[in-house]
T-cell receptor, first 110, second 110 residues
Framework: RKEVEQDPGPFNVPEGATVAFNCTYS??????FFWYRQDCRKEPKLLMS?????NEDGRFTAQLNRASQYISLLIRDSKLSDSATYLC???????????WGAGTKLIIKP | NAGVTQTPKFQVLKTGQSMTLQCAQD?????MYWYRQDPGMGLRLIYY???????DKGEVPNGYNVSRLNKREFSLRLESAAPSQTSVYFCASRDNQPQHFGDGTRLSIL
């Protein structure tokens, strides 16, 4: 089993719709969680951190479920510019390594 | 602000050739990382350096060496390039925050 797993997609979603995807992690000692987005042939860029109580940044909402060991990302009122691959990242603060999911590809269609 | 700078951006090598990928950051971060990214595989850690003067193996270190030249610079060397090392290579840096990435180096081994 991979340490961090994501549905590779692609998720094909009409513009304006709401879309959500999850990321599961295997190590219960995981401490920090992040969502990154990566555009085609570009570097990953931080989208948002994920806090225990859940957090929102505009149209984006991230949540953490420690009991079931997953994080989620919800995008409301999706835009064409949201088309990208979304990567989840998990850290064990006892070391310096970050564990990356393989990403979920999202395609927003007009 | 430059952030994380990688050179070169593109390179084509013949099997058996050697080369060094350069990475420099100007954010005074302690930790630096080298990843490779292949289609459908996500980011895989090659080596990382938690602080100046230290380096550690990541998930896929075979065929690579690294040097943490100073706090700013972390280079990745391929001593004898193989076609399996064809990939996109990302350098990243971090302190007590999520990682910041360079633009990537697209490396092809023929």
């Amino acid at each position: 089993r991979k340490e961090v797993e994501q549905d590779p997609g692609p998720f094909n979603v009409p513009e304006g719709a709401t879309v959500a995807f999850n990321c599961t992690y295997s190590n219960s000692a995981s401490q920090s969680f992040f969502w990154y987005r990566q555009d085609c042939r570009k570097e990953p860029k931080l989208l948002m951190s994920v806090y225990s109580s859940g957090n929102e940044d505009g149209r984006f909402t991230a949540q953490l479920n420690r009991a079931s060991q997953y994080i989620s990302l919800l995008i409301r009122d999706s835009k064409l510019s949201d088309s990208a691959t979304y990567l989840c990242v998990v850290t064990l603060d006892s070391n310096y390594q970050l564990i990356w999911g393989a990403g979920t590809k999202l395609i927003i269609k007009p | 602000n430059a952030g994380v700078t990688q050179t070169p951006k593109f390179q084509v090598l013949k099997t058996g050739q050697s080369m060094t990928l350069q990475c420099a950051q100007d954010m005074n971060h302690n930790s630096m990382y080298w990843y490779r990214q292949d289609p459908g595989m996500g980011l895989r850690l090659i080596y990382y350096s938690a602080s100046e003067g230290t380096t550690d193996k990541g998930e896929v270190p075979n065929g690579y060496n690294v040097s943490r030249l100073n706090k700013r610079e972390f280079s990745l060397r391929l001593e004898s390039a193989a076609p399996s090392q064809t990939s996109v290579y990302f350098c990243a840096s971090r302190d007590n925050q999520p990682q910041h990435f360079g633009d990537g180096t697209r490396l092809s081994i023929l």
